[in-house]
């Protein structure tokens, strides 16, 4: 079995600081995910990324940067927090073009608080 | 945008009782899997499904792509299935979409 790491698993920021969270995945999937969940809402897809070096936008890209260098690890870097933006961002995995086997994996979570 | 529409937003059950999930999918999504929020917030995989129907115990799940939809079905209801679950579909690419999760309550 594999696990998704995220760093860190609490993160606390000041308006308009620049934040990175990071993730990793020892599954060797080729697909990553970065989704944030507010408070009693669903998830909202920000970044994801196919394979290595490669990023598309999701739903709510905007005042996000994302990076996939390594094909284990996937970053997202908040460019001015906002008080607004505090959330819990989930970093997920799977494996691609086995539509019969995409089962979607998820880390624990890195918590925002803005200040 | 690729939407899903997940109902009931809340549900409350009496212990042995069953009910119902529906997750409505604005375009043809090509596989759906459902989760439950456990109460450390980790999203817990309960079924991946491209066609057809998966059980296991007391949820049984389906989905059709051509009729766009997808459920969860629980049956005889314990207290310990008092969470918040989530569908979430994938479309014709690599992007996978939320529902907005049900929070389901059981109660003796």
């Known amino acids: 079995g594999g696990i998704i790491t995220q760093t860190p698993k609490f993160l606390i920021g000041q308006e308009g600081q620049k934040l990175t969270l990071k993730c990793q995945q020892n599954f060797n999937h080729d697909t990553m995910y970065w989704y944030r969940q507010d408070s009693g809402k669903g998830l909202r897809l920000i970044y994801y990324?196919?394979?290595?070096?490669?990023?598309q936008k999701g739903d709510l890209s905007e005042g996000y940067d994302a990076s996939r260098e390594k094909k284990s690890s996937f970053s997202l870097t908040v460019t001015s927090a906002q008080k607004n933006e505090m959330a819990v961002f989930l970093c997920?995995?799977?494996?691609?073009?086995?539509?019969?086997?995409?089962?979607?994996?998820f880390g624990s979570g890195t918590r925002l608080t803005v200040l | 945008g690729d939407q899903v529409e997940q109902s009931p937003s809340a549900l409350s059950l009496h212990e042995g009782t069953g009910s119902a999930l529906r997750c409505n999918f604005t375009t043809t999504m090509r596989a759906v899997q459902w989760f439950r929020k456990n109460s450390r917030g980790s999203l817990i995989n309960l079924f991946y499904l491209a066609s057809g129907t998966k059980e296991n115990g007391r949820l049984k799940s389906a989905f059709d792509s051509k009729e766009r939809y997808s459920t969860l079905h629980i049956r005889d209801a314990q207290l310990e299935d008092s969470g918040t679950y989530f569908c979430a579909a994938r479309t014709g690419g690599y992007k996978v979409v939320f529902g907005s999760g049900t929070r389901l309550l059981v109660s003796p």
């Open positions: 990324s196919i394979t290595e070096n490669d990023l």
């Open positions: 997920a995995s799977s494996i691609a073009g086995a539509p019969s086997a995409e089962t979607l994996y």
